[in-house]
């Protein structure tokens, strides 16, 4: 039996992510290069700045951040990766990680690290994954009341997580499996 690299963007991603934490840990932190600021702390003119409105997903500020996103994301890319294609998947990924990017820059006075907007987008996604044409699954229904409904609730207590990013990449997840025939799977 042999191993197979069964879902390249997802696992690719994985492996970015965890190269980032593994130099983090051993002393060599790139967190600077990643975080996002808000707009009024970036140098428009240094072209690092657009590069974090999509790469803050690479970083984590621990492992525990890191593997709480990352069991989601194995858990859920692959499918998703299968039903959509990888090129497909990619793309909804970039343009989850640059919007979350840009309204956190824009509307937010904290910086933002993590692929917790990624997450909530396959969660999304996936809750959408077979819905047929007129009808709003009753899965989909439930999966806002759940996870978007707790991140609104938690939207009111200091806990330095950005329920924003988690918002808006169940917002992109809804709309790319509502679009999904517009955008043409596979």
């Not at 140098?43 to 690479?58: A, C, D, E, K, Q």
């Not at 904290?110 to 996604?125: C, D, K, P, Q, T």
Request: with cysteine; proline share 3%.
């Amino acid at each position: 039996m042999r191993i197979q690299y069964n879902a390249p963007v997802t696992l690719s991603f994985t492996f970015i992510c965890a190269a980032f934490m593994v130099l983090k840990s051993i002393g060599f932190d790139l967190t600077f290069m990643f975080n996002v600021a808000p707009f009024g702390q970036m140098g428009l003119t240094n072209p690092l700045s657009y590069f974090r409105l999509f790469s803050h997903v690479i970083g984590h500020g621990g492992w525990d951040h890191y593997l709480g996103n990352f069991t989601y994301i194995l858990l859920l890319g692959p499918i998703l990766e299968e039903k959509y294609g990888s090129k497909q998947l990619l793309i909804m990924m970039l343009m989850t990680a640059l919007i979350t990017g840009l309204i956190n820059a824009i509307f937010l006075s904290s910086a933002l690290l993590g692929a917790s907007g990624i997450v909530f987008m396959l969660i999304l996604l996936s809750s959408v994954v077979n819905v047929q044409k007129g009808s709003l699954p009753l899965t989909f229904i439930l999966v806002v009341v759940v996870f978007l409904g707790q991140e609104v609730v938690n939207s009111f207590s200091q806990d330095n997580i950005s329920q924003m990013a988690h918002l808006m990449g169940g917002v992109c997840g809804a709309i790319f499996g509502f679009g999904s025939d517009k955008l043409g799977s596979r």
